[in-house]
C-alpha cells in the first residue's frame, strides 16, 4: 500500500514565522504534488514536482516556495506565514504519465496549520 | 467559470435511496476524469475513474458526456457509511495535474 506521510497532524505558528512542512512517500513516485483545501474553495494546487530538483507552480504559489532534493521528499515552506495561510494543507504523490485509473494520487492525511 | 463545478448539496437521503452527483468542467480538451471520496477530516481517496462508455463498481456508476462537459456518479441503494463528500475531478491535458472540483457533500440518514 502507499504511504504518503506528512510531518504533523496539526501545528500553530505565529505571523512571519517561516514554516516547513514534509512530506514523504515510499512508493518511488516521481510526482508530488501540495495542496491547500479551504471551506467552498475546494483543493487547489500550490506547487507539483515532477523530479527530484524539478518544480512547477500551481494555481496559488504566492507566498509558498517548494524544495525536492531526494525523490521521496517533498517540502512546502512558508517564507513569512501570514493569517491567510490559516489551511489544511494536503501532500499527494503519483507515478508519473498518470492520465489513468492506474495511477491516482495517493494524498497523506492532512496538517491543520493555523498562523496566529 | 471555475474549471469543475459541482452543487455543494448536502444531499440528505434514506437508507437505500438512490442518488445522483453531476459535474461540469469547462475545458473540452481534459482527457481523463475520476470521483473521489472525502470523508471528514480525512484525506480524499479515489473511488473511481470515469470512462467515456461509463462504468459501474457495484452500488456505483459513473457517466461521461464529452458532448455537454459533464459526468455524473450514481449511488444506488445508499448506506449509511455512503456518508461523504464527493469530489469530481478532472486532469488537465497532457499533463499529471489534478483540478478539483470543490465536492458535493452527502449524508445518508437511517
Known amino acids: 500500500d502507499v504511504k504518503v506521510t506528512q510531518s504533523s497532524r496539526y501545528l500553530v505558528k505565529r505571523t512571519g514565522e517561516k514554516v516547513f512542512l514534509e512530506c514523504v512517500q515510499d512508493?518511488?513516485?516521481?510526482?508530488m504534488f501540495w495542496y491547500r483545501q479551504d471551506p467552498g474553495l475546494g483543493l487547489r494546487l500550490i506547487y507539483f514536482?515532477?523530479?527530484?530538483?524539478?518544480?512547477e507552480k500551481g494555481d496559488i504559489p504566492e507566498g509558498y516556495s517548494v524544495s525536492r532534493e531526494k525523490k521521496e521528499r517533498f517540502s512546502l515552506i512558508l517564507e513569512s506565514a501570514s493569517t491567510n495561510q490559516t489551511s489544511m494543507y494536503l501532500c499527494?504523490?503519483?507515478?508519473?504519465?498518470?492520465?489513468?485509473?492506474?495511477?491516482?494520487?495517493?494524498f497523506g492525511d492532512g496538517t491543520r496549520l493555523s498562523i496566529l | 467559470r471555475k474549471e469543475v463545478e459541482q452543487d455543494p448539496g448536502p444531499f440528505n437521503v434514506p437508507e437505500g435511496a438512490t442518488v445522483a452527483f453531476n459535474c461540469t468542467y469547462s475545458?473540452?480538451?481534459?482527457?481523463?476524469f475520476f470521483w473521489y471520496r472525502q470523508d471528514c477530516r480525512k484525506e480524499p481517496k479515489l473511488l473511481m475513474s470515469?470512462?467515456?462508455s461509463g462504468n459501474e463498481d457495484g452500488r456505483f456508476t459513473a457517466q461521461l458526456n464529452r458532448a455537454s462537459q459533464y459526468i455524473s456518479l450514481l449511488i444506488r441503494d445508499s448506506k449509511l457509511s455512503d456518508s461523504a463528500t464527493y469530489l469530481c475531478?478532472?486532469?488537465?491535458?497532457?499533463?499529471?495535474?489534478?483540478?478539483f472540483g470543490t465536492g458535493t457533500r452527502l449524508q445518508v440518514f437511517p
Open positions: 499527494a504523490s503519483s507515478l508519473s504519465g498518470g492520465l489513468s485509473d492506474r495511477w491516482p494520487q495517493h
Open positions: 512508493m518511488d513516485h516521481e510526482n
Open positions: 514536482s515532477y523530479d527530484v530538483k524539478m518544480k
Open positions: 475545458n473540452s480538451a481534459s482527457q481523463s
Open positions: 470515469v470512462y467515456s
Open positions: 475531478v478532472v486532469t488537465a491535458y497532457n499533463t499529471d495535474k489534478l483540478i
